[in-house]
């Protein structure tokens, strides 16, 4: 069974950047890609970024594509979300998500249904 821990989240201030890690394990699991999402309160769950684990490839929500920035470190299992000039509006819990059928990463990235795994998340507060 996979596991996601999301880490790096606190509160920041207004401008500044934070860095979220996702570690997934086991290290020989089958996943395929990995994703960041976010859910502010009383609104839906919105895909921020993922990132197809073998090929790095990358796909970036549109309007957060100037601010964050996914990367992943294959020796360590590892994702992260780099957000930088953070706004109020930022502020949400993160969730990291994986997938093992890589065929729904490149239809649809932010589909929710092509995830496998998710984390327990990991909450983002500016002000």
């Known amino acids: 069974h996979v596991q996601l821990v999301e880490s790096g989240g606190g509160s920041v201030q207004s401008g500044g950047s934070l860095r979220l890690s996702c570690v997934a394990s086991p290290a020989s699991s089958g996943i395929k890609f990995m994703g960041w999402f976010r859910q502010a309160p009383g609104e839906e769950r919105e895909g921020i970024a993922a990132?197809?684990?073998?090929?790095?490839?990358?796909y970036h929500r549109y309007a957060l594509r100037n601010r964050f920035t996914i990367s992943r470190d294959i020796s360590k299992n590892t994702v992260y979300l780099q957000m930088n000039d953070l706004e109020s509006k930022d502020t949400a819990m993160y969730y990291c998500?994986?997938?093992?059928?890589?065929?729904?990463?490149?239809?649809?990235?932010?589909?929710?249904?092509?995830?496998?795994?998710w984390g327990q998340g990991t909450q983002v507060t500016v002000s």
């Open positions: 998500a994986a997938g093992e059928n890589i065929r729904r990463i490149t239809y649809d990235w932010e589909d929710e249904q092509g995830y496998n795994y």
């Open positions: 990132i197809i684990l073998g090929s790095g490839v990358s």
